[in-house]
């Protein structure tokens, strides 16, 4: 369960890296604004994270909740922040990446 959390608290912490991307992108100078530099420290303090859950987790188990908790994370800030929409497929392809770790669990 260790793993699991850590993974989870690591996938909330790219999250929030990929919104401070997702903004600085917009910016005329993305790469030397403000949250292009957030987002980069973020990404570069998970590193850490990453060791400590490769020891409770097995690599295949990582990567799928790791995978699937950001997508649906992503999905969730896209929709509420950004105003992007979900179609159909897109939903589907989340819900089968849920499946998938049912899957994968032990």
């Given at each position: 369960?260790i793993g699991?959390?850590?993974?989870?608290?690591?996938s909330?912490?790219?999250?929030?890296a990929d919104?401070?991307l997702k903004?600085?992108?917009?910016?005329a100078?993305?790469?030397?604004s403000g949250?292009?530099?957030i987002?980069?420290?973020?990404?570069?303090?998970?590193?850490?994270?990453?060791?400590?859950?490769?020891r409770h987790?097995?690599?295949?188990?990582?990567?799928?909740?790791?995978?699937?908790?950001?997508?649906?994370?992503?999905a969730?800030v896209?929709?509420v922040?950004?105003?992007?929409?979900?179609r159909?497929?897109e939903?589907v392809g989340?819900?089968l990446?849920?499946a998938?770790?049912?899957?994968?669990?032990?």
């Open positions: 369960m699991i959390s850590l993974v989870l608290a690591l909330v912490a790219g999250v929030l919104a401070a903004v600085a992108s917009g910016k100078n993305a790469t030397s949250y292009f530099l987002g980069a420290f973020i990404y570069a303090l998970t590193a850490f994270g990453w060791v400590w859950a490769m987790l097995k690599l295949a188990q990582l990567g799928a909740f790791y995978s699937v908790s950001t997508a649906l994370l992503l969730v896209g929709v922040f950004f105003q992007e929409t979900l159909t497929r939903v989340i819900l990446g849920v998938s770790l049912v899957l994968l669990t032990e």
